[in-house]
């Protein structure tokens, strides 16, 4: 087996070739045995206040009981969270996971179209979500199953007199809070206060039970729900759990959470992992204001941070950044997007810290490859698969190939979802009966099994980690009565690694730039908005009349 599995030769001493799924009855049995052994351990961090591990058990007990006991939630239930990285997030998500429901994580920048789409094909009965975006919700909250809303601010969570004064600085001051009517809205701390009254509720949980609805587009363009299983959850936290903790501390670590939680690969590494690893979670709220990012850097003793490519670049270029002290930073790991060699190497330069670089998909839980933890420099590769995973290259005709040769990345192991919710057609497009998973990479094994990505085989594009389906762009930018004809493309972007740039044919000769870009601001959430337009007699198309967006791409020369 090992010659079919070279990479196992080149794990870092510790790591073992396996990890045992079953250790775990559930995800809610790593979080809860997390509560135990780290009572008094800081778990997560935000706005100067910390929340203990005991602090997060009994506010999640409470909102538990308020899920279950007051709005009568059962098992099976979805609840969305639309919350950037607050303390309500941790509380809310344990406490969904506790009373046996499945979470939707939903990001609050999204449009009401995008938002409809997501409450409407889950089937959401309730929502946790910043007040900020509860105009949104608004807007579409009738046409969706969503049966209760809970609200919360900004300082909800920070005490008193913080907690109020920013809430109030928020919505008066700063006048970032619409107004909204959302007559059966619940405020977030009106849920505690009822759901202390009620117990835990007794849930039997399974492994093969679904945990998490998260959305993504796959490899067409409406987003579809990855059903993430308790198993896929427990594995991967186990998985990279493994890998990391040969060089991390239980119960010593600081990690900085600046990616949003409701993206796979922060909700998994930093929510989940360092959960596990009793590490406390450094709450970053907004990561483009970068000065008050780096004033937060300044403030905490990190040990470890993650990110993609963007925002390590971002930082580097914030005055301020280079001084700030690196002595305990131990782990800088880079995913959601190809991290750039010379980005790579001045973090390395400013920092002394090998920026490592992961691999995952939300279909993987996220995880599937990463660099060992021990490399001295970047390497421009992936790395090598984690434990209880395999990978291979394999031909178009779906056959093996051998190392070297480039050909489509397969992944297989108990992090791989377990479909696409309600799409069995769409599930059969990239899942084999055996449990194969295709990423639409396109990528190399070399002989010591690391692995490096060469293209990719779909259209998607990758904006700062955030996968952006044509298809989308362009279904919307149609409904535009001044457009006859679009196509969206991926272009190289310094600052986000690829944008988004359109090519369009008016029906409307006074249509304008401008036109375009707000009709996208209003259906689009940010990183899927054409960075670039361009206006076309015509669109090369194939002979059978479908737009050659490749043709677009490779004429494209920024």
Same mark, same amino acid.
């Given at each position: 087996m090992s010659n079919e599995r070279p990479w196992l030769a080149h794990y870092p001493p510790g790591v073992p070739a396996e990890i045992d799924v079953n250790r775990y009855a559930s995800l809610t049995a790593i979080v809860e045995e997390a509560f135990a052994r780290y009572r008094e351990h800081p778990a997560f961090h935000n706005f100067g206040k910390t929340l203990s591990y005991a602090d997060i058990d009994a506010l999640s007990r409470a909102f538990a /009981?308020? %899920?279950?006991? *007051? %709005?009568? %939630? $059962?098992? /099976?239930? #979805? $609840? =969305?969270?639309m919350l950037p990285n607050v303390l309500q997030y941790p509380v809310a998500l344990f406490g969904a996971l506790r009373a046996g429901l499945v979470v939707v994580n939903t990001n609050p920048l999204y449009t009401p179209r995008e938002l409809k789409h997501q409450l409407v094909d889950s089937g959401a009965k309730a929502i946790v979500i910043l007040d900020h975006f509860a105009l949104t919700l608004q807007e579409v909250i009738a046409e969706t199953a969503v049966e209760h809303v809970v609200i919360t601010g900004i300082g909800d969570l920070l005490g008193f007199p913080k907690g109020p004064l920013v809430n109030f600085v928020l919505r008066h001051v700063k006048k970032m809070v619409p107004a909204h009517a959302l007559s059966k809205a619940v405020r977030f701390k009106t849920a505690l206060e009822r759901g202390v009254r009620h117990p835990l509720p007794a849930v039997t949980q399974t492994l093969d039970d679904l945990a998490f609805l998260q959305y993504t587009g796959g490899t067409t363009g409406v987003a579809k729900g990855a059903m &993430?299983?308790? #198993?896929?959850? $427990? =594995?991967?936290? &186990? @998985?990279a759990g493994a890998w990391i903790g040969v060089s991390l501390k239980p119960g010593r670590e600081t990690v900085i959470t600046a990616l949003p939680l409701y993206h796979i690969f922060s909700l998994t590494a930093n929510a989940l992992v360092f959960m596990h690893l009793g590490g406390l979670s450094w709450l970053i709220t907004n990561p483009r204001d970068m000065p008050a990012f780096v004033k937060e850097l300044r403030a905490s003793k990190f040990t470890a941070i993650t990110g993609v490519n963007t925002l390590f670049n971002? &930082? &580097?270029?914030?005055?301020g950044f280079a001084e700030l002290d690196f002595s305990h930073l131990r782990l800088s790991l880079g995913g959601g997007m190809a991290v750039q060699r010379a980005v790579a190497e001045r973090w390395k330069k400013v920092t002394g810290c090998t920026l490592i670089e992961a691999y995952g998909l939300t279909e993987t839980s996220p995880a599937a490859c990463m660099n060992p933890l021990d490399l001295k420099a970047y390497n421009g590769s992936i790395g090598l698969p984690i434990p209880s995973t395999e990978a291979a290259i394999w031909s178009e005709d779906n056959q093996p190939l051998p190392? *070297?040769?480039?050909?489509? %990345?397969?992944? #297989?192991?108990? @992090? $791989?979802?377990? /479909?696409?919710?309600? #799409?069995?057609?769409?599930?059969?497009k990239v899942l084999t009966p055996d449990g194969w998973l295709h990423t639409g990479d396109i990528a190399r094994m070399d002989r010591e099994g690391f692995f490096y990505i060469v293209d990719r085989k779909k259209d998607m594009i990758l904006v700062s980690g955030f996968n952006v389906y044509p298809n989308e762009i362009e279904d919307v930018l149609m409904q535009h009565p001044g457009i006859a004809e679009v196509a969206a493309v991926g272009v190289p972007d310094e600052h986000s690694g690829e944008a988004v740039k359109l090519f369009v044919v008016r029906k409307d000769p006074a249509l304008t730039i401008e036109d375009i870009k707000a009709f996208c601001r209003e259906n689009l959430t940010g990183y899927k908005r054409p960075k670039h337009i361009e206006f076309r007699d015509t669109l090369p198309k194939s002979n059978v009349g479908k737009i050659l967006r490749r043709a677009l791409r490779d004429e494209s020369p920024r």
């Open positions: /009981g308020y %899920l279950s006991g *007051e %709005l009568g %939630l $059962v098992k /099976g239930d #979805r $609840v =969305a969270i &993430l299983t308790h #198993r896929n959850m $427990v =594995a991967n936290v &186990l @998985q971002a &930082l &580097l270029n914030t005055p190392p *070297e040769a480039v050909g489509e %990345l397969m992944i #297989r192991g108990p @992090q $791989v979802m377990k /479909g696409y919710w309600n #799409r069995p057609d769409e599930t059969a």
